[in-house]
């Protein structure tokens, strides 16, 4: 029998598992809910992206069931090809308006937006300039472009300028930052960095996969939040969090666009979504302008909630969002804290490095709009019982 050619991964795995950072996959028996059936337990359910409970809403299971009844399960091709069908260019139109944007493209998901369109616009002799906490996607999409990656300090402003002092002005650059950072729930600096592109002649760049449907007026994100409309040149959402379904999208001028659908590689070479899931994100967009009390509910829940951890003595890190980390130290104190929670009836992540630094492991929280105050009392009860018995508070 020839030896294994794999049998390194398997010593990778102890490695993994030695340090306290293997993480098992969490099985839901339920729909994704406030409460939901989670590996056999039921248990308040802080973990999702599911910010507006929009991934069971009626009207949005009509609108996907309806899509399917109309024009079947998929699309069989790729969007440049085949696979474009009128309600794909009816929620790019939807998303362009709500977004107040020239155009949109609509990508499989927040992932393949980032990366294929930071890959698609930079190429080998130009400048990423990235804070340091940015998502993985950006990341990956910044070594696709082979341009040169500089990261600056999380949220440091004066320390990016520092970077963008040092290059050519007829350099090429972008300067891209989270809208809302997924791991600490802080906020980056817009406004600054609007600025600072402005003054260097970058590309700014916004990735908004949790702001969508979360911050501004009706969820149109950071650039709504901090009034910076026209300043930020790519604008990316996410459609998989607080839109309920799944994809990303891209917004921006048409050229940007048009430039996209020639070049985008995801776009290129992947197939397009299922006519359910777009129909599903058009009915999204209706429910968020048509129903912000869903969005007034998350915010009453998330100032509920945050408060409740502080007071209780909980590091909260900086969080501005419903994205609430509760900072545990290294790895295994956070997983620990996680299972206890979880043995309890709550069911809030475990996250380490390197998702995080080696010293901020955490346990990540997200409220929705859906739960109720019995539910985020109880999960304060358990915080507080589980956390005293670990010596967090
Ligand atoms: C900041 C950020 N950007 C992008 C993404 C990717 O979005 P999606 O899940 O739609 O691929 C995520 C999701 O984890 C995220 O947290």
Same mark, same amino acid.
């Given at each position: 029998m020839r030896p294994d050619p794999l049998a390194f991964l398997s010593t990778e795995l102890s490695a993994i598992k030695r340090q306290g950072l293997y993480r098992s996959l969490r099985i839901l028996d339920d729909r994704q809910q406030a409460t939901s059936r989670v590996d056999g337990r039921t248990v308040v359910n802080l973990s999702s992206n599911n910010y507006l409970g929009l991934t069971t809403h009626p009207k949005l299971i009509a609108r996907a069931r309806q899509a399917i009844e109309e024009y079947g399960v998929g699309t069989g091709s790729v969007r440049t090809i085949a696979g474009t069908m009128a309600i794909?260019? #009816?929620?790019?139109?939807?998303?362009?308006t709500f977004k107040k944007t020239e155009a949109v493209v609509v990508f499989q998901s927040g992932f393949t937006a980032n990366a294929g369109t930071v890959s698609a616009i930079l190429g080998k002799d130009d400048v990423i300039i990235s804070d340091a906490l940015n998502h993985a996607s950006i990341i990956d999409g910044c070594r696709l472009s082979r341009a040169a990656i500089k990261t600056f300090p999380h949220k440091d402003?004066?320390?990016a300028r520092r970077v963008l002092q040092e290059l050519p002005a007829a350099q090429r650059k972008l300067?891209? !930052?989270?809208g809302v950072f997924s791991m600490d729930g802080d906020l980056g600096p817009l406004p600054e960095l609007c600025s600072l592109a402005e003054e260097f002649g970058c590309?700014? *760049?916004?990735?908004d996969a949790h702001a969508s449907g979360v911050f501004g007026k009706n969820g149109r994100g950071t650039i709504d939040h901090f009034d910076v409309h026209g300043r930020v040149d790519v604008q990316v959402g996410t459609l998989s969090k $607080?839109?309920?379904?799944?994809?990303? @999208? =891209? $917004?921006?001028? &048409?050229?940007? /666009?048009?430039?996209? @659908?020639? &070049?985008?590689r995801p776009f290129l070479f992947s197939t397009s979504h299922p006519p359910s899931v777009a129909a !599903?994100?058009?009915?999204? /967009?209706?429910?968020? #302008?048509n129903e912000p009390q869903l969005i007034e509910q998350l915010w009453e829940n998330t100032r509920f909630f945050k408060k409740g951890l502080q007071n209780l003595g909980f590091d909260t890190g900086m969080s501005e969002s419903p994205?609430?980390?509760?900072? %545990?130290?290294?790895?295994? &104190? $956070? *997983?620990? +804290?996680?299972? &206890? +929670?979880?043995?309890?009836? =709550?069911f809030a992540q475990g996250i380490g490095f390197p998702t995080v630094p080696r010293d901020k492991a955490r346990v990540r929280t997200i409220?929705? %709009?859906t739960h109720t105050r019995d539910e985020l009392q109880f999960a304060l009860d358990t915080f507080a019982k589980v956390g005293r018995e670990l010596g967090l508070i």
């Open positions: 794909h260019m #009816e929620l790019e139109r939807r998303l362009a402003v004066a320390a300067l891209v !930052t989270d590309i700014m *760049m916004v990735d $607080a839109i309920g379904a799944l994809g990303g @999208y =891209v $917004a921006g001028a &048409r050229s940007l /666009i048009e430039f996209l @659908y020639q &070049r985008a !599903t994100c058009i009915g999204a /967009i209706d429910l968020l #302008e994205i609430t980390p509760v900072i %545990a130290g290294d790895a295994s &104190r $956070a *997983m620990k +804290l996680s299972d &206890r +929670l979880f043995e309890e009836g =709550v409220v929705t %709009a």
